[in-house]
């Protein structure tokens, strides 16, 4: 049995964008048992994922306690490898964590990473990537040595998760209490459901929110039941955009109310979906829901999913696509936003909702 280590990613977005490189694997070598660490925070996107034998969640690797952290993880994935009496045979590290490619030379045969100094002593394949390219065929690119003399048919770009009837439920629930606190007919089945998921871990990436609530505005007239949604990180912004929406009775916050489940259930149940560069877009193209999604300090060639149900909107200034955390322009403190997404218009998210209108 040829057993698989992969260090995945620590946001939801990020692992989803490396489970196209897990099913090529897993088609490659049926028969392999694949255990992936990923972060907490992340990890709930891979537990129905066929592919996966067993999931190891960690904590980022820091100062004394990092250091026990990182023997406590070497001491967990050698016992599993012990069950089966033998090394890991490959070992993806899609990180360039040096410790984690310490690992991986330690407990496998056959190590990929991406190039890197120190790095490529623990690598017996190096990873190097010229210029911009997607997260996906970047994913795809750790795998490509294990596929020598073997068709590539199986390097489907398709992220893969699986959502439960249970899911569907669980937000059908969710919805519909939500619907009679207004006292009202409202169901689920009634209404057409747009989902907004305006906040991000990196607030460069973020809009500014009357930008959401004039085209909830339009959304309702055209007969939509908005939800925003996001994590507790996300509550400020949801809330100022729910301040601002004039037909309260046809939208509702649910920011910090959701695990990733229920909001995968949410995306189900939208005809679409808006939202920045963040793990919602990632999970609503998993869905095939067709969506909105606004860009500014990230790239689309290199974040967006690639799927045909997706309208990108990057309004390019000449600093844009800088990566960053936080804006450092001299406006950002003022304008709270920073001008690349300050210069996306109402009319921008008008052109992309009649464009996905009329090609789905």
Do not use: W
Not at 53 to 76: P, Q
Not at 202 to 218: C, I, N, Q, T
């Amino acid at each position: 049995m040829k057993d698989i280590l992969i260090f995945g990613h620590n946001y939801i977005g990020d692992v989803l964008t490396i489970t196209p490189a897990i099913r090529a694997l897993k088609l490659k070598f049926p028969e392999s048992r694949i255990v992936a660490v990923v972060s907490k925070n992340a990890s709930a996107v891979l537990r129905r994922n066929e592919d996966i034998y067993k999931i190891i969640e960690t904590d980022k690797f820091s100062g004394i306690k990092g250091i026990a952290t990182f023997f406590k993880l070497f001491l967990t994935l050698r016992n599993i490898n012990k069950t089966n009496g033998s090394r890991f045979y490959i070992c993806l590290n899609f990180l360039t964590s040096l410790k984690f490619s310490i690992i991986g030379f330690l407990l496998s045969d056959k190590q990929a990473g991406q190039e890197k100094f120190l790095n490529n002593f623990f690598l017996r394949y190096r990873i190097k990537f010229d210029g911009e390219i997607n997260n996906i065929d970047k994913s795809l690119k750790f795998v490509e040595p294990f596929y020598i003399n073997a068709s590539n048919k199986y390097f489907n770009k398709n992220y893969v998760y699986d959502i439960e009837d249970g899911d569907i439920k669980n937000a059908k629930n969710i919805l519909q209490n939500s619907f009679n606190g207004y006292g009202t007919e409202i169901t689920v089945e009634n209404f057409k459901l747009a989902l907004f998921s305006p906040g991000s871990t990196r607030k460069s990436k973020e809009a500014p929110p009357y930008l959401f609530s004039v085209f909830a505005d339009f959304l309702n007239k055209e007969g939509y039941f908005v939800i925003i949604t996001g994590s507790k990180k996300n509550i400020d912004i949801s809330k100022e955009i729910y301040y601002q929406i004039e037909n309260k009775h046809m939208s509702v916050n649910l920011t910090g109310l959701t695990d990733v489940h229920a909001l995968g259930g949410l995306i189900y149940l939208s005809k679409l979906a808006v939202t920045v560069d963040n793990g919602t877009m990632h999970l609503a193209s998993a869905l095939k829901v067709p969506t909105i999604a606004l860009f500014g300090s990230t790239d689309p060639a290199v974040c967006a999913p690639m799927s045909d149900k997706v309208f990108i909107i990057d309004k390019k200034i000449g600093c844009c696509h800088c990566f960053k955390n936080l804006c450092d322009t001299q406006d950002y403190k003022i304008k709270r936003y920073p001008d690349c997404m300050n210069n996306i218009l109402y009319e921008d998210l008008i052109k992309g909702y009649y464009c996905l209108l009329s090609s789905h």
